[in-house]
């Protein structure tokens, strides 16, 4: 059972950046993907960016080009820079360790914390 927090999120203007970070706990943190997600209001959460165990990477479109997963295996943390932000950007972001199918997520519903807010505004 791995443990997520979030933390990074702010208000910043348009164009401007963010790195969020989630830091983590558990055997099992290398192993897993983790993803980033975010739920603006009004809307569904959805997924924005993964990293498999062994570091590969994909992107939703919106974000690709201005977005950047990383993780660092030895201080068990992932991080997603934010570059070019515009007030679309502007949710809730969470981590989390997504299941096999990407469908969902690998510990089940009442695994999503509590993640931190990104504000793009002028």
């Known amino acids: 059972q791995v443990q997520l927090v979030e933390s990074g999120g702010g208000l910043v203007q348009p164009g401007g950046s963010l790195r969020l970070s989630c830091a983590a706990s558990g055997s099992n943190f290398s192993i897993r993907p983790i993803a980033w997600y975010r739920q603006a209001p009004g809307k569904q959460r959805e997924l924005v960016a993964h990293?498999?165990?062994?570091?590969?990477?994909n992107y939703v479109d919106s974000v690709k080009g201005r977005f950047t997963i990383s993780r660092d295996k030895a201080k068990n943390t992932v991080y997603l820079q934010m570059n070019s932000l515009q007030p679309e950007d502007t949710a809730v972001y969470y981590c989390?360790?997504?299941?096999?199918?990407?469908?969902?997520?690998?510990?089940?519903?009442?695994?999503w914390g509590q993640g931190t807010q990104v504000t793009v505004s002028s």
């Open positions: 989390n360790a997504p299941s096999d199918d990407y469908s969902g997520t690998y510990y089940g519903k009442d695994s």
């Open positions: 990293i498999t165990g062994g570091g590969r990477t």
